[in-house]
């Protein structure tokens, strides 16, 4: 018997996403909920047993898009009638709030600090970003109080808005268990580094592509390009020619990288948008054993300190980052060691298994 029907809205993120879909959704329906995903697609399906209502993609650009799409997301979660309606996305904030004044029970899943984050949009005129981050804190603060929960990987977030909603859980992004394994044998992996994410400027590709360098191994790196102009840049590097690009990697093919290596490489910049977070890539490192050399963040030290798996460095020195990467593929014991430390910690407290748990006490108490 359904434990109820759930409804998930994201009118940004596409079907497939990876937290909304395969973390979220699938361990709801695991746990006997009814679950449906309202999610811009070309047409109506069924994804791992759970029922997609297409967004259609008419916009024409941003701005009519944060217009258009929330509007239909609306009147698609009102025809549905479910009993709980979870939605991901800042512009649809005023809906989950009619949402909420038609008797329904609304969590807002705030991926992250969003104030924060919109400091940095290139698409907002920068002297308007302070003013833009201000004005949509407080609408966000406002929206929250009106509605049954919030849940949020961002630390940030989290303290900000419990402020105003009492019933605010944190429900961090870390990686299934059983998609991400290590090898069954140190020696199957080679003697290389990896970076799987967007390859951006803020995410530190260019210090990590000079850094390789310096670096006497293959780099893997996996992800979209932020721009040709990037792409072109980065080709131009002297470490390039160490480096092995993949280009974008299914979930699959991803986990089958991250066995092969030897490194995982967290080269982002400390700008705020990062600082107050965890990256999901230091702890998908974590559950495919690989030790991690990252930028020298106090919150990101602290987990690679904890563990004794993974090694800081200072942002912007290709050197040190070349020099860090290379001490750790030469002295293969060590990194052994520190990839089995950091499976060890993946599995007793960084899995998606314990935040699914807590995340499903969350609809068991609403629902109740």
């Not at 009102?78 to 009619?98: K, M, N, T």
């Not at 009492?166 to 290590?182: G, K, M, Q, S």
């Not at 044998?185 to 967007?198: I, K, L, M, T």
């Not at 131009?236 to 699959?252: C, D, F, K, Q, T």
Request: charged share 25%; net charge neutral.
């Amino acid at each position: 018997m359904s434990a109820g029907r759930v409804c998930h809205i994201t009118t940004v993120h596409p079907v497939g996403d990876h937290r909304i879909l395969h973390k979220e959704c699938l361990s709801l329906r695991g746990a006997g909920y009814d679950v449906t995903l309202i999610a811009p697609h070309e047409g109506d399906t069924v994804v791992h047993g759970v029922q997609v209502i297409a967004l259609p993609d008419t916009a024409r650009n941003r701005l009519d898009r944060m217009a258009r799409r929330p509007h239909a997301a609306y009147r698609a979660a009102v025809a549905l009638d479910a009993d709980l309606y979870h939605f991901h996305d800042p512009e649809f904030l005023p809906y989950g709030v009619r949402l909420a004044r038609r008797g329904k029970r609304v969590i807002y899943d705030a991926h992250e600090d969003v104030p924060v984050q919109m400091r940095y949009k290139e698409w907002i005129p920068a002297p308007s970003r302070a003013g833009a981050a201000r004005a949509f804190a407080r609408l966000e603060a406002e929206c929250v109080a009106r509605m049954d929960a919030v849940v949020t990987p961002s630390v940030v977030a989290l303290d900000r808005l419990r402020r105003r909603q009492p019933r605010t859980l944190l429900v961090a992004n870390y990686p299934r268990l059983e998609e991400i394994r290590p090898p069954a044998r140190w020696s199957d992996r080679e003697r290389a580094a990896c970076y799987v994410g967007g390859i951006t400027r803020v995410r530190g590709a260019s210090w990590l592509v000079d850094a390789t360098a310096h670096v006497d191994a293959e780099l893997h790196l996996a992800g979209p390009f932020e721009s040709p102009a990037l792409q072109r840049e980065l080709e131009g590097s002297a470490g390039w020619p160490r480096v092995r690009y993949a280009g974008h990697l299914e979930r699959g093919e991803i986990a089958a990288l991250l066995a092969r290596v030897k490194v995982g490489v967290i080269p982002l910049q400390p700008i705020a948008n990062y600082v107050d977070a965890y990256p999901v890539k230091l702890f998908e490192y974590f559950a495919a054993g690989l030790p991690v050399v990252a930028t020298d963040v106090p919150r990101w030290r602290a987990v690679l300190e904890a563990h004794d798996c993974g090694v800081c460095v200072p942002y912007g020195r290709p050197e040190l980052l070349g020099a860090a990467i290379t001490r750790l593929l030469d002295d293969d014991d060590a990194a052994r060691a520190m990839g089995e430390r950091a499976r060890q910690a993946a599995e007793e407290r960084y899995s998606w298994e314990t935040q699914a748990a807590a995340l499903v006490a969350l609809y068991d108490e609403l629902l109740a």
